[in-house]
C-alpha cells in the first residue's frame, strides 16, 4: 500500500495579517487604500445595530467601512488649529 506523503491542505493564510482585510487598491488621487488611513479603529455594537449598518451601506451601495468614515467625520469635522 501507498502512502501520500502530500499533505495538503484546504487553505493557507497570508503571511501578512493586514492583507486578509484587504489588498491595498489605488484610489483615483493616487494614494494606495493602505497609505490614506494609518489607524485602525474597534467598537463593540450589538449584532442588531451592526446588522443594520450593514443593510444601509448595502443600500446605499457602499462598503460598511466608507459609511461609517463618512458619518465619522461629519460628526466630527476639523476644527481650525487642526493638523491634516
Same mark, same amino acid.
Given at each position: 500500500?501507498?502512502?501520500?506523503?502530500?499533505?495538503?491542505?484546504?487553505?493557507?493564510?497570508?503571511?501578512?495579517?493586514?492583507?486578509?482585510?484587504?489588498?491595498?487598491?489605488?484610489?483615483?488621487?493616487?494614494?494606495?487604500?493602505?497609505?490614506?488611513?494609518?489607524? /485602525?479603529?474597534? &467598537?463593540? =455594537? !450589538?449584532?442588531? %445595530? @451592526?446588522?443594520?449598518?450593514?443593510?444601509?451601506?448595502? /443600500?446605499?451601495? &457602499?462598503? =460598511? !467601512?466608507?459609511? %461609517? @468614515?463618512?458619518?465619522?467625520?461629519?460628526?466630527?469635522?476639523?476644527?481650525?488649529?487642526?493638523?491634516?
Amino acid at each position: 500500500m501507498t502512502e501520500r506523503t502530500d499533505k495538503r491542505r484546504f487553505a493557507s493564510r497570508p503571511g501578512n495579517p493586514e492583507s486578509w482585510i484587504r489588498a491595498a487598491e489605488t484610489k483615483p488621487n493616487g494614494i494606495a487604500a493602505g497609505d490614506a488611513f494609518t489607524a /485602525r479603529l474597534t &467598537i463593540d =455594537v !450589538t449584532p442588531e %445595530l @451592526r446588522g443594520r449598518i450593514k443593510v444601509a451601506a448595502f /443600500r446605499r451601495g &457602499i462598503t =460598511v !467601512t466608507e459609511a %461609517l @468614515r463618512e458619518l465619522l467625520a461629519r460628526e466630527f469635522p476639523p476644527t481650525a488649529g487642526d493638523q491634516p
